[in-house]
């Protein structure tokens, strides 16, 4: 069982978000549990005061470290990174972090236990979270999104799906793209022919091996052309 806890200044983004598809099934087999958490229940202020302008001037504001601290903590039961179990990880979503791959997406399914996924606004986060909570700081990709929800759950995604069982077809995860770096094979279903379009006539025939050397030329030429950096 894979638990995920989320902390958020909305909360109710993530209300729907794992409801649907192999997540939702998976939830419901008990192979993960995702809960959401309100910065602002870890603030001590009456106002519940989460974010505070940054140190040295300059535009925006920063989210504070104590609630988050006070969160981490709560949640893993830990005062600092040196005092988590090894299949506990820490995770902040940022544009600064290494890039998210389907590798990391592996080793998180394989090898965590308890993830706790931190949400930045704003400006980012007070960069003592980072110094002193964080395990693994990730980026979803080069670009700059206005918090770090979409990117929980595109990453919880990825994970989630990647956990024994939850897929119907096991095999399917080993053969999808970048499981081999290589992109996967094109797919078709019926009909044959649509708007002038047909079907590979290889994938009419019923002949297995035929079918499964044409799938592994497409893929490598459809990777050739998409993402040759996936073949150096
Ligand atoms: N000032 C930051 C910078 O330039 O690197 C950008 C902050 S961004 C507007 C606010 C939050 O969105 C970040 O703290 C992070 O949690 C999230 N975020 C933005 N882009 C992201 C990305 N590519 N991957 C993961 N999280 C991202």
Known sequence: MLRCDIITIFP???REAFDYGIIR???AA???ETEAHDLRQ???DKHHVVDDRPFGGGEGMVLKAEPIFAGVRELTGCSNREA???QTRVI???PQGRVFTQALAEDLSRNASHIVWICG???GVDERVSEALVTDEISIGDYVLSGGEPAAVVMIDAVVRLLPGAL???SSATNESFSQDLLDHPHYTRPTEFSGLSVPDVLLKGNHAEIARWRRAAALRKTQRNRPDLLK
């Open 121 to 123: 606004r704003y400006e």
């Open 12 to 14: 109710e983004f993530f």
């Open 168 to 170: 119907g077809n096991e």
């Open 84 to 86: 988590y179990s090894p």
């Open 42 to 44: 870890w603030t001590s």
């Open 25 to 27: 099934r998976a939830r």
């Open 30 to 32: 008990g192979l993960v």
């Open 92 to 94: 902040l979503l940022s």
